[in-house]
């Protein structure tokens, strides 16, 4: 396998002539010329609702479509009808909250186990879908790095344990969680496994039949494709059997008025789940995507985000030792993947981050939607988080580092007070 042509790729992204460093891909992705090529044509040309009239433009967007589904069923191991296109991985992930407490699959007593680092998009619409039914919720804690304490799972898994939601990737330490084991634990308790592959799927090569995992979801505006889109996967054997949580036009095969009673007759996964007129441009647009990224090929994008990562490991290790920063989470690869976050005791995380931005560094600051695991790891205020992707080349590192360096060592006139954090 050959290395990666990180400036080469660079061609693809407009929004690179401006001249800045991009580091925030953990929060979304740029979009490359044939994504919104591929989305302007189909628009142009090809454009209609879909699975809606038998007129030749609508049959060729259903066409797109469905092939869309293929697409990006192939990319994850499933097939077509395994793959169900929502907004974002949030809906995907309350969808997936909902479609238990729609068909009974969570109950009052029951329990819900999830861990104390996951994103607000996967806590939740479990808290929320638990509350619903009378289930509770556990929370499998995390280490003094943030990282799940996963060799304590078994404690926290019981007769009464339903569901089992987790992150692959986390978003603010980069950890990478043992997936398949965790899995494997959870449905011999007789769990359903619900997985947040929003930080693993655009940035590593992932199967989730051969993960182990009943139901996971992603979003495609972080993988080189457009906002509007995100993915609700499920094994084609539970799906067939659920009920829609959303239902409306698209859903059903039939509708009748019996003896005054309204009868929906469900049509097919992933039909029946896609309420309403679906995200089909964003389809397109997500499918060119996945397209792009196979063509790289996801072991190379693994292995060289997997060098970026080590490289911003190294280098702001380094001013970690002298007590400048702190990183949060896991020291090394490939325990930790594509994700740099840190907190600093001059400086709080906004302040940083406007600083780098004034250098041309983008990244995100805050609390990254993971208020409990920042306080559990000491940084309630947040963390500087940069995030890699394929148009990042070592020199963005070094770029960082030397930025962060000098902002950290510059004295400051007075204390500052602390601000609030940003969400
Ligand atoms: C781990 C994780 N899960 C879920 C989400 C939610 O994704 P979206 O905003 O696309 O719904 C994010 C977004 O940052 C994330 O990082």
């Known amino acids: 396998m050959g290395g990666f042509d990180c400036r080469g790729v660079r061609g693809e992204f407009p929004e690179f002539s401006r001249g800045v460093i991009y580091l ?4 979304s992705t740029l979009k490359p010329r044939r994504v919104v090529e591929a989305m302007r044509e189909f628009m142009y040309v090809s454009y ?8 030749t433009l609508s049959m060729e967007a259903s066409k797109a479509y469905e092939d869309a589904h293929e697409t990006v069923a192939k990319f994850v191991g499933g097939s077509w009808d395994e793959v169900v296109f929502l907004r974002n991985s949030t809906e995907a992930m309350q969808t997936a909250a909902l479609l238990a407490v729609f068909n009974g699959l969570l109950g009052p007593g029951d329990e819900v186990l999830l861990t104390e680092a996951e994103h607000h998009s996967t806590l939740l619409p479990w808290v929320r879908a638990a509350r619903l039914v009378g289930a509770r919720v556990r929370l499998l804690p995390v280490g003094p790095d943030g990282v799940p304490l996963w060799g304590r799972l078994e404690e926290y898994l019981g007769e009464r344990t339903r569901v089992v939601a987790f992150h692959h990737v986390s978003n603010v330490t980069g950890a990478v969680a043992p997936v398949e084991e965790v899995a494997r634990k959870a449905r011999g ?3 359903l496994v619900v997985l947040d592959a929003a930080q ?3 940035h590593m090569p992932v199967d989730f039949r051969r993960l182990g995992v009943d139901m996971a979801v992603f979003s495609g505006h972080k993988m080189l494709g457009p906002t509007g889109i995100g993915v609700l996967w499920g094994r084609r054997e539970l799906l067939e059997k659920l009920e829609p949580p959303l239902a409306g036009g698209g859903t ?3 509708v009748r008025l019996v003896e005054g009673e309204v009868r929906a007759e469900w049509d ?3 039909w029946k789940f896609e309420a309403g007129t679906p995200p089909i441009v964003e389809a397109v647009g997500l499918a060119e995507a996945v397209l792009m990224l196979s063509d790289i090929g996801m072991e190379r994008v693994r292995s060289h985000e997997e060098e970026l990562t080590s490289k911003a490991l190294r280098e702001l290790t380094r001013l970690e030792e002298e007590g400048l920063l702190r990183i949060v989470g896991p020291k090394k690869t490939p325990e ?9 005791p001059r400086r709080n995380p906004d302040e940083i981050g406007l600083l780098l931005d004034r250098r041309r560094i983008a990244v995100r600051t805050g609390l990254h939607c993971a208020h409990i695991l920042h306080d559990r790891v000491g940084a309630p205020m947040g963390t500087v988080r940069a995030s890699f992707y394929i148009y990042n080349c070592p020199e963005d590192v070094d770029a960082l580092a030397r930025a962060v360096e000098e902002i950290l060592r510059k004295p400051q006139k007075t204390p500052r007070k602390a601000a609030e954090p940003s969400p």
Do not use: M
């Open 24 to 27: 925030d891909n953990a929060a």
């Open 48 to 55: 209609a609702n879909v699975h809606r009239g038998l007129h």
């Open 189 to 191: 308790a007789g769990a």
């Open 200 to 202: 693993s799927v655009p």
């Open 252 to 254: 059903v095969k039939r």
């Open 268 to 270: 097919v996964t992933p």
């Open 336 to 344: 930790r993947h594509g994700i740099v976050s840190f907190y600093s």
